[in-house]
């Protein structure tokens, strides 16, 4: 069993916002591969499913962002599941928008929620990286992260969305590289 979790912070107020693409993520996944209905359970929300012979639980913390690894903490220690089950799905402004990469381990660079999981839980976890940019300084960062994406981008995020869900058997089988790939080839066209 592997636990996806989509990073965000909870309410309609915050659903827009380039910090939540990671809840949009699991969401599309769970849309796109028919998960079961959402429950509300590990301080969060989760959607149980399947993609190939994966089994998966998707989990949405509800805690906000900078203690969403108390959540995920929770899921892991209830499924007696080390970091190697889990994988973080996260906006990363040190890529361009709409860009994917997936990696294991290494720092937070200020992300509460790669920060909150790395404290709960070490840094060893897979991380799908999600770019929603850089605003150019560091000052406007913060209304950057929590400003929501642009009419414009509203195409090309439904594309990376889609895209992402589409090639996530890749991601369940463990072949990130195959993965990245395939959304890469997607997002071409």
Not at 5 to 22: D, E, I, K, S
Not at 29 to 55: C, L, M, N
Not at 60 to 71: C, I, L, Q
Not at 102 to 123: E, I, M
């Amino acid at each position: 069993m592997q636990i996806w979790v989509g990073l965000g912070n909870p309410g309609p107020q915050y659903a827009m916002h380039r910090h939540n693409v990671g809840f949009m993520a699991v969401d599309a996944i769970a849309e796109v591969h028919g998960f079961g209905p959402v429950k509300k359970q590990f301080q969060g929300w989760t959607q149980e499913g399947r993609i190939g012979s994966e089994k998966l639980l998707l989990l949405k913390p509800a805690t906000f962002m900078n203690e969403s690894g108390r959540a995920i903490g929770e899921a892991l220690r209830f499924y007696k599941l080390g970091v190697d089950a889990l994988t973080v799905f996260h906006d990363e402004l040190d890529l361009a928008p709409f860009k994917v990469k997936v990696k294991r381990g290494g720092g937070t660079a200020g992300h509460n929620g790669l920060r909150s999981t790395d404290k709960h839980l070490g840094p060893d976890f897979r991380r799908v990286r999600i770019g929603i940019g850089h605003p150019g300084h560091k000052d406007r960062v913060n209304g950057h992260v929590l400003g929501n994406y642009a009419k414009s981008e509203l195409e090309p995020l439904t594309d990376l969305l889609g895209a992402v869900a589409a090639e996530a058997e890749w991601l369940a089988a463990g072949d990130d590289a195959r993965f990245m790939n395939e959304v890469a080839l997607r997002l071409q066209d």
